[in-house]
């Protein structure tokens, strides 16, 4: 009596641990699916995020949306490494999942609203050119709303660079296209009027590129924070922004040989690039 009592203890707790292994078993399938499930809808959100970047031409908007991308990969390589048994994580990532979603409705609904006003400027623009062909006389108020029309199109926090210009200087500050015979490159540009960009105190910095990608720099240059990295700069310039138009006039003293080619000057400003013009040199 007693060993038949045994092997029915022993028996159920065979049948006990079995189904406990299966339900663990189960359990394990259930969170590598969902954490498989979880990985996909990030590699979506990700790729939502790439295709409205090639769609608007707003730079601003497209450095917003870099910046979210870059935030949704990164944890989506969290995810790929973290352990399907770790639900405590895996409900963490997908919360902020949820987030980074409601974030991307608010871009939706700012890309949409640039493209419809996008097209009003279009169709204002065609209006304009038929104006212009019918009358001169109303071309100077007809290109007048031509360009309050862009203004909204542009209008955002950051500053913006406009009429970059570059030119060559010799030793006495004449004008000249020979390399050779410069020592100054002058570089001039207008920080448009913004009401809605913060005013006081910027510095902006010129990263000036040669034709081989190669940053021209000085022994004291140093770097600046952009998009979550320092990078290198040519020459920096302190402002005082108000709010309206500002000229900007800055130097780089040719100390160095500069080679025939294609140049480029990108210009920065509150964390953000305001403005870029390639030049040639001879």
Do not use: C
């Not at 079995?18 to 499930?37: D, P, V, Y």
């Not at 302190?238 to 294609?262: C, F, H, K, Q, R």
């Amino acid at each position: 009596m007693g060993i038949i009592l045994l092997l029915l203890i022993v028996g159920v707790g065979g049948y006990y641990i079995m189904q406990q292994n299966k339900q663990i078993e189960e359990m394990s399938e259930m969170f590598a699916l969902e954490k498989e499930s979880l990985t996909d809808e990030y590699e979506e959100l990700s790729l939502q995020y790439e295709g409205y970047k090639f769609s608007i031409g707003n730079d601003s908007l497209i450095a917003l949306l870099t910046t979210e991308q870059a935030k949704v990969q990164r944890l989506q390589e969290e995810l790929r490494t973290v352990k399907s048994t770790n639900v405590r994580r895996i409900n963490e990532l997908k919360k902020e999942l949820e987030t980074l979603r409601k974030i991307m409705r608010n871009y939706v609904i700012q890309i949409d609203s640039l493209n419809a006003e996008n097209e009003q400027l279009k169709t204002a623009n065609k209006q304009v050119t038929q104006k212009y062909q019918q009358a001169a006389s109303t071309a100077a108020r007809l290109s007048k709303e031509k360009d309050q029309l862009t203004e909204r199109v542009q209008m955002a926090s950051r500053l913006d660079a406009v009429n970059i210009q570059t030119s060559l200087l010799t030793s006495k500050g004449k004008a000249t296209k020979a390399i050779k015979k410069a020592s100054q490159l002058m570089l001039s540009f207008i920080i448009s009027k913004n009401i809605t960009a913060p005013v006081g105190a910027h510095t902006v910095y010129v990263r000036l590129m040669k034709p081989d990608d190669d940053i021209l720099t000085k022994p004291n240059s140093g770097t600046f924070p952009f998009e979550n990295r320092n990078i290198a700069y040519s020459m920096k310039r302190d402002i005082e922004y108000e709010g309206e138009e500002l000229a900007v006039v800055m130097y780089w003293n040719i100390e160095e040989y500069l080679s025939p080619g294609t140049y480029r000057a990108d210009i920065f400003a509150a964390g953000n690039l305001i403005g870029r013009k390639s030049f040639a040199l001879e």
